[in-house]
């Protein structure tokens, strides 16, 4: 089973950036999808962006193109998600997620077997 555990949240004002952190372990990095999701306050989790096997393709969600990257450093398994032009709708909880079951699309979390404990993102207006 892959452990995952989130880092790099915080509180940030509209506009501004950050970047969230994935620490992998128990599993061969290269061979797992990992994706990042949130999920607000009374609202159901989604999928953000998710980096497949090998970490050559990405998929992101509509609210997030262009405005968000995922990336992976192999030599540290560790998966970043980089995110510019916060707006308040970004705020959520963020959480890494792993252990792929599905068979599409790759962003619905239902289909992800290894979660981490979240790491909260706060955007400000």
């Known amino acids: 089973q892959v452990q995952l555990v989130e880092s790099g949240g915080g509180s940030v004002q509209a506009g501004g950036s950050l970047r969230l952190s994935c620490a992998v372990s128990?599993?061969?990095?290269?061979?797992?999808?990992i994706g990042w999701f949130l999920q607000a306050p009374g609202k159901d989790r989604g999928g953000v962006a998710v980096?497949?096997?090998?970490?050559?393709?990405?998929s992101y969600a509509d609210s997030v193109k262009g405005r968000f990257t995922i990336s992976r450093d192999s030599t540290k398994n560790m998966v970043y998600l980089q995110m510019n032009s916060l707006t308040p709708e970004d705020t959520a909880m963020y959480y890494c997620?792993?252990?792929?079951?599905?068979?599409?699309?790759?962003?619905?979390?239902?289909?992800?077997?290894?979660w981490g404990q979240g790491t909260q993102v706060t955007v400000s207006s």
């Open positions: 128990g599993s061969s990095y290269s061979d797992v999808f």
């Open positions: 997620a792993a252990d792929f079951r599905g068979s599409g699309p790759w962003l619905a979390p239902r289909d992800y077997a290894s």
């Open positions: 980096s497949l096997p090998g970490g050559s393709i990405t």
